[in-house]
């Protein structure tokens, strides 16, 4: 069975542009989650998908970033204009059901110039 | 407002030996924790969880144990080998917390398992 992907593994961006990260969670997993990790620090929760659905996006840092799941499928997380700050690691995460085991995709590593 | 916090940024251990790694939380909402380890360039990958219900609980090597009263946690790892190696992560997350069912990590805890 695969694992979580996510595309691209590395992304290095200037300062304004745009940048879209994409997640394929395990197929039949309706949840699917993202993740931040920023410069070593804990892994922050982004938003959370049930289906196409945003069930909770409380982590999302500003408008500036932007999560769709169209379908119930992938998804995509675009960051526009990417902030310094923005650089960390992005990962992706989905589970069969709520309060179950989530697994993770190796993440992206995005870096803003 | 870090609700969950691994106050040991490292641990070095012998090969064979006990592995300790701590956790603390401060929501007392949390009713499941989960402990996931991670290598480099790879995303985090589930290991052991425990819910609030049990005081302990075993995998192998691999043994958590809970003390809501404390809100602690602590992962054991019996004996360890050099494989071990690996940034470890403390999670938790409470249905009925204001976070629903997201994950809170902990910073993480680097071991390394020595020869």
């Known amino acids: 069975e695969a694992g979580v992907t996510q595309f691209p593994s590395h992304s290095v961006i200037e300062k304004g542009q745009t940048v879209t990260l994409r997640c394929d969670p395990i197929?039949?997993?309706?949840?699917l989650y993202w993740y931040r990790r920023v410069m070593g620090k804990e892994i922050k929760f982004l938003l959370h998908?049930?289906?196409?659905?945003?069930?909770?996006e409380s982590g999302m840092p500003n408008n500036r970033f932007l999560a769709e799941r169209t379908g119930g499928t992938y998804s995509t997380l675009k960051v526009q204009p990417a902030e310094l700050e923005d650089s960390g690691v992005y990962f992706c995460?989905?589970?069969?059901?709520?309060?179950?085991?989530?697994?993770f995709g190796p993440g992206t590593r995005l870096t803003v110039l | 407002d870090q609700q969950v916090k691994q106050n040991s940024p490292s641990l070095s251990v012998q090969e064979g030996r006990i592995s300790i790694l701590n956790c603390d939380y401060t929501?007392?909402?949390?009713?499941?924790f989960l402990w996931y380890k991670k290598y480099p360039a790879e995303g985090p990958t589930f290991l052991i969880s425990?819910?609030?219900?049990?005081d302990k609980n075993e995998d192998g090597r691999f043994t958590v144990f809970l003390n809501k009263s404390a809100k602690h946690l602590s992962l054991h790892i019996v004996p360890s080998q050099p494989g071990d190696s690996a940034v470890y992560f403390c999670?938790?997350?409470?249905?009925?917390?204001?976070?629903?069912?997201?994950?809170?990590f902990g910073k993480g805890t680097s071991l390394l398992v020595t020869p």
């Open positions: 995460a989905s589970s069969q059901g709520l309060a179950a085991e989530e697994f």
């Open positions: 197929s039949g997993h309706d949840n």
């Open positions: 998908f049930v289906k196409e659905s945003k069930q909770d």
């Open positions: 929501n007392s909402m949390f009713d499941y």
């Open positions: 425990i819910s609030s219900i049990k």
């Open positions: 999670a938790a997350f409470g249905l009925n917390s204001n976070s629903g069912y997201a994950l809170n």
